[in-house]
């Protein structure tokens, strides 16, 4: 798993105010009921960009929770879902859930099917235009996963991802992604993402990766001190993938 039970996300570079926040159940195409967060920014303006956000393995864990807050703090309203709505329901995803036999049974159609159910709730609801995924871990990977499939996004973005998990769609891959690696991370190596890179060049894949040299899996965690400037620089870059993919200028509520 990405972060442990105080893990919370670093905050943006500029933050603003939220103006609603809360738990939601939704309703994906096959009929399946899963939980969902969702984060509304004060003064947000239809037309500008939304976020799906994909979490590890442990599914709506109050991190993903706050970091949709940290996204409507950006001007960008987010939804974080749930995986297990089809062999867990809905239950709280705390110390107490066992999520790996659930993990097992996560089919990446499904995850698809979600995700356009949270899509549609951005757009319905919060009046987002441009729609943008990003994921961590288990949740980076089914992101970039998404690139390859027909949902209208603008942009899928992956922290900590494992290739062996993509490599299947690459030939399929059209949305442009952003890969955030960490230089030290134990769970996968790092000639895995070189090879993961060279495969999307040769495809033609847009795309942008950075790796933070040394940092460890989980970075993005604003406990982790001596990782500040590369959360930072985190944020930086995704707020720079929306804007230069979203056809706006700038992004989320005017400062």
């Known amino acids: 798993m990405c972060h442990d039970d105080d893990s919370r996300a670093p905050a943006p570079p500029v933050r603003g105010e939220v103006a609603a926040h809360g738990g939601l159940t939704l309703t994906s195409a096959d009929g399946t009921v899963f939980s969902a967060y969702e984060a509304i920014p004060a003064g947000f303006q239809a037309g500008g960009a939304g976020m799906v956000v994909l979490p590890d393995v442990r599914g709506l864990h109050p991190y993903y929770m706050d970091l949709a807050q940290r996204f409507a703090e950006a001007g960008i309203p987010a939804v974080a ?5 089809r062999t867990a329901g809905t239950t709280a995803r705390d110390d107490e859930f066992e999520y790996m036999p659930h993990v097992q049974q996560v089919d990446p159609a499904n995850v698809r099917a979600d995700v356009a159910a949270a899509i549609e709730r951005l757009r319905s609801g919060a009046g987002a235009g441009p729609i943008f ?6 949740g980076g990977s089914h992101s970039w996963r998404l690139s390859a499939t027909d949902l209208d996004l603008a942009g899928v973005i992956g922290f900590y991802g ?43 894949v847009e795309h942008d990766m950075k790796v933070y040299e040394g940092a460890p899996h989980s970075f993005f965690d604003r406990s982790f001190a001596e990782w500040k400037d590369a959360g930072a620089d985190s944020w930086r870059r995704i707020l720079d993938f ?13 400062a």
């Open 81 to 85: 879902i749930d995986y297990f709505g």
């Open 133 to 138: 995924t990003v994921g961590f871990c288990f």
């Open 162 to 204: 494992r290739p062996v998990m993509v490599n299947d769609v690459i030939d399929a891959m059209h949305i442009p992604l952003l890969l955030q690696i960490a230089g030290a991370d134990a769970a996968t190596p790092q000639e895995e993402f070189a090879e993961f890179e060279r495969k999307l060049t040769a495809q033609g």
């Open 242 to 254: 929306i804007a230069s993919h979203s056809g706006h200028s700038r992004v989320g509520t005017p």
